[in-house]
């Protein structure tokens, strides 16, 4: 049985998603391209709220977005981004929003395009300090070391990272290295 298709067409003005100019897209591809045209235009929206000298509180959305972008940036300060890593921002990210498998890694590739043209650590670690209650603070930094001590190795990078986050959310040092043996703790009970 043939079911005929859409034929919502729409050609392209210019170079939008990879998409050549004077192309036209058919249905199934016009849904990808809004799609990656909404996900470009909200990059952008969140990314000047970031910029501003006082930006506008985080949404629920946006907030998850932040942190998942702050957890790739402390994954890649060493310069290495492992699978290892990777599948630890997934599994965080799984357990702190409540997410099946498929949306959180989604939530993490965004985050991971946002990061690579984010603004410096400190606008994204206010915007996330504005959007988390103080009592929840600790969790997002033991989440956040165990991204870090995933690997098996501590690096100089990723330590610098950390502290500054940390001491930026408001917790000191001692906090932090409670937070730290708590998911060190963590991850040795999962081996």
């Known amino acids: 049985m043939n079911v005929p298709c859409c034929r919502e067409t729409y050609t392209c003005p210019q170079n939008t998603s990879g998409t050549p100019a004077n192309t036209v897209v058919t249905a199934p591809n016009l849904f990808l391209l809004r799609a990656k045209l909404y996900v470009l235009f909200m990059f952008g929206e969140f990314l000047k709220n970031l910029i501003q ?63 690579a043209e984010a603004p410096d650590t400190v606008r994204f670690t206010r915007a996330i300090k504005d959007a988390v209650p103080f009592e929840d603070r600790a969790g997002v930094i033991e989440a956040m070391w165990s991204v870090v001590l995933i690997d098996g190795s501590r690096d100089h990078a990723e330590d610098t990272v950390l502290r500054l986050v940390s001491n930026l959310l408001g917790l000191t040092d001692m906090e932090s290295a409670q937070a730290r043996q708590r998911a060190s703790d963590r991850l040795d009970q999962a081996d």
């Open 53 to 115: 000298p006082q930006p506008d509180r985080l949404s629920g959305f946006d907030a998850s977005l932040a942190l998942a972008a702050l957890l790739v940036r402390i994954a890649r300060a060493d310069g290495h981004y492992d699978p290892a890593e990777v599948a630890r921002i997934t599994a965080v990210l799984r357990k702190r929003f409540d997410l099946d498998e498929q949306s959180a890694v989604d939530l993490r590739q965004q985050a991971e395009t946002l990061e």
